[in-house]
């Protein structure tokens, strides 16, 4: 989740939106030393919703896609060595009429799985960094924010 040779989250794109700087140089010394004692095992679960009417096909599309959010923010990924897996529910309180403009090969639900799947790998992405960030220490596992204070300092304009 966090590039060692900066000690900033890998979703540089957001970065600025949480007003992260480079933590000290001492700081990120100690959790790269951290970070090579623990390994690289990691799994990561995580459930995406969407009030949309789709079929058990959609939603596992869905699920498939919303895999990239866990790409952007976490590195490695998908790993031989962990059990990545994301999980789609819809309630279908929402019906969608299908896009006219959708082949007739393809399932009439193509572009709004395409629209849905596409919001749910931003939304994974932004919770992975919000759960990064808000994180607490439990039995003595650290977090970024009890590793990497400095990076929560207040930028200079």
Not at 63 to 84: E, K, W, Y
Request: hydrophobic residues 50%; proline residues 9%; charged residues 15%.
């Amino acid at each position: 989740m966090v590039d060692p040779a900066t000690g900033l989250p890998w979703m540089a794109a957001l970065i600025e939106e949480f007003g992260l700087v480079a933590p000290p140089a001492g700081q990120l010394a100690a959790y790269a030393d951290h970070h090579r004692e623990i390994g690289p095992l990691n799994t990561t679960i995580a459930v995406v919703a969407t009030d949309a009417a789709l079929s058990p096909a959609g939603c596992r599309r869905v699920a498939v896609a919303a895999h990239d959010g866990l790409a952007r923010t976490i590195s490695p990924c998908h790993t031989p060595l962990d059990g990545d897996t994301v999980f789609a529910l819809a309630t279908g309180a929402v019906t969608v009429e299908p896009d006219e403009k959708t082949p007739a090969a393809m399932s009439p639900e193509t572009a709004l799985v395409t629209r849905v799947g596409a919001a749910a790998a931003d939304v994974l992405a932004r919770a992975v960094m919000v759960g990064l960030l808000a994180a607490e220490p439990v039995a003595g596992i650290p977090t970024y924010r009890s590793m990497l204070p400095g990076a929560f300092a207040v930028k200079e304009v």
